[in-house]
């Protein structure tokens, strides 16, 4: 497989990764995975946390910022040398190893992790490889370790609509991307070894449909010529720049941990988001 299948043009200023942060930090997944590790009572300090298929890293980045060890993996060594940019961004360290996820991982990865995360990795994916993705992931795990694995959900209707819209107009530039239904997700979990599994919806609907109605927005702007579409990307920008975004993201996590534990943000409990939600969470128990 060619690196650049997988070469993404990362934006690497703090503006644009402080927003990723705290969309991360809104998500149900990001929040079950914090209220896993309050119940457990471990301090973040002495949890290993590996994110398989980096890319930007940024969930591992949001524990690397609570004071978790972190290892990032990805195939493309010209991705990990950016998202080391983006770390040092943080004044956060990671140890970044290039990996294969479709091969055995090396001893020393074997069995050193409490928590491994992806996140639009698995999708890109078919037949047996989508199984071995998963074995991957229980592999670097140590006993009682859990896995967090976030993929597009086959069901969500927000996810189909884009998605069908931009493979009509030819503007769908992902070579492979198969999204899962939960049975799925749940089986290959229990197939490669899991001890337990179950999974959850990672945002409310209504917000899946802001954000799939720009996604659409932007999917039609892709249809217009060049010279429109930097304008309008410049717009964009300038308008973002209005949002107020927390400078100290350190800080901020250190609030939503805080916000977690009292109990401010509830467990995600509708079968509806769970069924809908265009992103759906594997949380799957070593």
Known sequence: MSENVWDIDFDLSKQTMDRRIRTCTRHFGWQHAIRIILERNVAFKALKIAEIGCGTGTTALTFGLLGASITLLDFNRRVLEKTRDIYDLYDCTAELIQADCMEAPIGELRGKFDFVIS?????HFIGADREECIRYHRLLLKDGGIAYIGVPNTLSPFYQWVKTFKKMTGTWNLEVEISFTRRELKKLAVTVGFEEAYVIGNAPLTK????????FGSAVKQLFPVSLQEWLHTKRDDDKAQVHVPNNMRQYCHDMLDAISRGYFKRPRSPLVNTFSAGIILFAFN
């Open 119 to 123: 996140s639009g990795l698995a999708e």
């Open 208 to 215: 899946d449909l802001i954000d799939y109605s720009r996604g």
